[in-house]
Nanobody
Framework: QAQLIESGGGSVQAGGSLTLSCAAS????????VAWFRQAPGKEREGVAA?????RTAYADSVKGRFTIAKDNAKNTLQMNSLKPEDTAMYYC????????????????????WGQGTQVTVSS
């Protein structure tokens, strides 16, 4: 059974950086899409960044130029720089095999495998 486990969340001051990691177990697919989503209290889950197996990436406008998603075999990372208080949320890793054309749409409904989430808190 596929599992995704996030790590790396924490508390940081505005302007700081954090790196989130997502390790996959029981999950191998040579053609897939891996993404990060976030959800703040009282808000809907929103897509942050996605990466396809061929390395193509997509980002939400709110994080472009500040966040970088990368993938190395069964692990992917989200490097977050210049963090803002509005980045505070629970961050989730998600994966979906064979999601290719739709990968960059960052639509949560397209993903069937999710991690448990890791909290990111940015103070002003």
């Amino acid at each position: 059974q596929a599992q995704l486990i996030e790590s790396g969340g924490g508390s940081v001051q505005a302007g700081g950086s954090l790196t989130l990691s997502c390790a996959a177990s029981g999950y191998t697919n040579s053609r897939d899409c891996v993404a990060w989503f976030r959800q703040a209290p009282g808000k809907e889950r929103e897509g942050v960044a996605a990466i396809r197996s061929d390395g193509r990436t997509a980002y939400a406008d709110s994080v472009k130029g500040r966040f970088t998603i990368a993938k190395d075999n069964a692990k992917n990372t989200l490097q977050m720089n210049s963090l803002k208080p509005e980045d505070t949320a629970m961050y989730y890793c998600a994966a979906e095999p064979w999601l290719w054309v739709g990968c960059g749409e960052l639509n949560a409904k397209s993903f069937s495998t999710w991690g448990q989430g890791t909290q990111v808190t940015v103070s002003s």
